[in-house]
């Protein structure tokens, strides 16, 4: 062999070398390249959506355990997000939430992780597992991607285990004095000129007929023998327990609305616009309502459980009993006025009882009477003919302005 092939040959020998060595460096290093890359986005970082979300995701030492319970005061009212920045109209699994017939359009999941990423990528890749997954996520694992239901349908959210305890922070801005011409028709009540533009016929239905639209009395006693939403005591007596038909309905998720709002009407709001109608909470004040007293009795409804919570008048009162039942809407309800989102216009006003509850005198049978008669007596006597929390304060001066207009009538 000459000097020049073992030269060759020499070369050829370091140059294998070197890639085998390189090989091996790369081989070493890759898994940790390989979870680097994972965890880093190869997109560039978007910025928060607005500053109060970027000056909020920036906050240092906070608790981690506390996102995972994402709550809607803190996105909308502190960082200011707009629904549309999380929630795109419609989500892909709309049509398989409902059945075939049944489906329209509309937010039926969760938004995707790109809507968090923005301000929370830190978290998605801290803890084992992450304890913003659960939010979403029933069993938060790689090998387990199953979902809690979504908010929307109520029918399948309410059933769930997430949604049986559930309390929205939402209530829905809906003018009942819009709606009142309208609601109690059959079909449609609008049609277009043939140039997209809507009007309404005319010859509508007035206010009763389009109450029943929306509200029927709720879980029924009907013609059973059985009255009681829950078993009572045995030793119950005269004592309070809730009733079946105490309450009525109201419409639940989109299904009623979109009947009207929708793309092909053209009648606004829109859809997509969730703010115009779905308004955070404000704090009520005391409503006649005793969680004590509910969890006694078993209610685990939640359309009850919603509509006991809220009521800022008689706690006990009850739409079926057959005197109620006779009566319109309008001797009690100031339809017109109602406006879901002040509870000012929705509280009954105690003259609404005149007819039947307050008389001149209590011998005359009048139980609002024989009530502020037995707190003047004993001012621990709690007023529980028709209230539960309310029972307990003071007696309001249009309780006892309305027994002097009684008595000023007779």
């Known amino acids: 062999m000459t000097q020049g092939q073992k030269n060759r040959n020499s070369r050829v020998r370091t ?41 909020k995701a920036a906050e240092p030492g906070e608790n981690k355990s506390k996102y995972a319970k994402f709550t809607h005061e803190t996105h909308v009212a502190q960082m200011e997000l707009d629904c549309a920045a999380c929630h795109k109209f419609p989500t892909a699994n709309f049509d398989k939430v409902r059945s075939k017939d049944a489906a329209f359009p509309d937010v039926t999941d969760y938004p995707k992780h790109e809507s968090c990423l923005d301000c929370h990528r830190e978290q998605f890749f801290s803890g084992k597992p992450p304890a913003i997954c659960s939010n979403c996520h029933v069993n938060p694992s790689p090998t387990d991607s199953s979902r809690h239901p979504f908010a929307n349908p109520r029918e399948l959210f309410d059933v769930s285990p997430k949604g049986k305890n559930a309390v929205s922070v939402f209530e829905v801005a809906f003018p009942h004095d819009k709606h009142i011409d309208i609601v ?32 029927q009395t709720y879980q029924p006693q009907g013609k059973s023998n059985d009255e009681y939403v829950t078993a009572p005591p045995k030793n119950l007596g005269d004592g309070y327990w809730l009733k079946k038909g105490t309450f009525k309905s109201v419409p639940l998720g989109h299904t009623a609305c979109f009947t009207c ?16 109608c779905h ?58 006025t109602i406006v879901t989102t002040d509870y000012k216009t929705e509280k009954v006003a105690i003259s609404s009882c005149n007819m039947c509850h307050i008389t001149a005198t209590s011998d005359d049978g009048g139980i609002l009477n024989y009530e502020i008669d037995e707190r003047k007596k004993n001012a621990k006597f709690e007023c529980v003919k028709c209230h539960i929390s309310y029972g307990r304060s003071a007696i309001p001066d249009s309780h006892l302005k309305a027994v002097t207009d009684a008595a000023k009538s007779d």
């Open 184 to 215: 109690s028709q059959t079909e449609n009540p609008l049609k277009t000129d043939g140039n997209g533009v809507f009007f309404v016929r005319a010859g509508m239905r007035r206010a009763e007929e389009s109450c029943s639209v929306c509200h």
């Open 15 to 55: 140059i294998a070398l070197l890639i085998f060595i390189s090989a091996a460096i790369g081989g070493f290093f890759y898994p940790k390249t390989s979870a680097e890359t994972f965890n880093q986005n190869p997109q560039p970082t978007p910025t928060p959506r607005t500053k109060k979300a970027q000056k």
């Open 279 to 336: 308004k955070l909470k404000k704090a009520l004040p005391l409503t006649d309502f005793d969680p004590k007293s509910a969890e006694k009795m078993g209610i685990l409804d939640k359309v009850m459980l919603d509509g006991w919570r809220t009521r800022t008048s008689a706690g006990k009162f009850r739409h079926e009993f057959e005197s109620h039942a006779d009566l319109s809407c309008s001797i009690c309800h100031n339809v017109n």
């Open 261 to 276: 709002h929708s793309e092909d009407t053209g009648i606004l709001p829109a859809q997509k616009d969730c703010g115009t």
